[in-house]
């Protein structure tokens, strides 16, 4: 009798597990659901969240200030789709772009927004203890932008000497920004395009990166000009060549960084 009872409980629970699921909205945006979408999916067994880190920074004269944001949202819900257990949270679009008074680095542009390192921690921070109150068991910095990763990992390693004894894990993984310099470069390269070409800033590759993910990026009309010879290119703010470049070219990339971050994001969980 005891055992018949059991049987249907779990018979129950697996049922209203599913009807869950089913239910579910067709989506991985975390800010897109419920708090009760939320708590639903945290219990059906979502428990790795990915923070995906832009930033607001000039791009040159050809490329949006908001790049790495779009570039960083819709990454991270390639990902997390390919995981099949992960939610995405809203998109952090304000970072350490360099100093105001006097400007430099990025805020030398028109544009480009910056905050101190120190309150770009505490905002990675408290985002990673609210996330773990919710039920998140994994929780991912995925920064689309070099300046701040020594931050999430500084933010990383402190949560997690907190919370040794937790379940809880935040994880600053490098290979998602690395990719692009590295197997992204070396494709690039394989092509026949050259370093001073590929960039490290709106140049090649990421202008390519940009037109695969959304079109709207980049203007098209100034990519002839943006770069004809005899501009200075450092002055306009970009490293590297946009003129060759294609959304076919980016699509390189957005596989190489997808697959490359999935692979990653699995190793970490599975130490976890």
Not at 35 to 56: M, W
Not at 225 to 231: F, L, N, V
Request: charged residues 20%.
């Amino acid at each position: 009798m005891i055992a018949r009872v059991a049987q249907n409980l779990l018979a129950v629970l697996l049922l209203a597990t599913a009807q869950a699921l089913a239910q579910a909205p067709q989506t991985v945006f975390l800010d897109e659901l419920t708090s009760s979408e939320l708590r639903d999916q945290v219990r059906a067994g979502r428990r790795t969240i990915i923070v995906p880190i832009g930033g607001t920074e000039q791009n040159g004269p050809h490329m949006v200030l908001g790049k790495h944001n779009v570039r960083v949202k819709v990454l991270a819900e390639k990902i997390a789709l390919a995981l099949g257990d992960a939610l995405v949270a809203p998109v952090m679009a304000y970072v350490p772009e360099g100093g105001i008074s006097p400007p430099t680095s990025h805020m030398r542009y028109p544009g480009t927004i910056s905050i101190p390192n120190q309150t770009f921690q505490q905002i990675l921070e408290y985002a990673a203890r609210s996330l773990k109150l919710h039920g998140f068991r994994d929780i991912v910095f995925l920064g689309d932008h070099g300046g701040y990763q020594k931050d999430e990992q500084a933010v990383a390693d402190r949560l997690n000497r907190e919370w040794a004894s937790a379940p809880t894990r935040v994880h600053a993984l490098p290979e998602y920004y690395r990719t692009a310099a590295t197997a992204y470069a070396e494709a690039l390269r394989q092509r026949g395009y050259s370093n001073d070409e590929i960039g490290a800033h709106a140049g090649l590759a990421d202008t390519s990166l940009a037109l695969a993910i959304d079109p709207r990026l980049v203007r098209r009309d100034l990519l002839r000009s943006a770069q004809a010879p005899g501009i200075d290119r450092a002055s306009e703010g970009v490293t590297g060549d946009p003129r060759r470049a294609t959304a076919e070219l980016g699509q390189v990339g957005v596989g190489a960084i997808v697959a490359q971050t999935v692979d990653a994001i699995k190793r970490a969980t599975a130490r976890r």
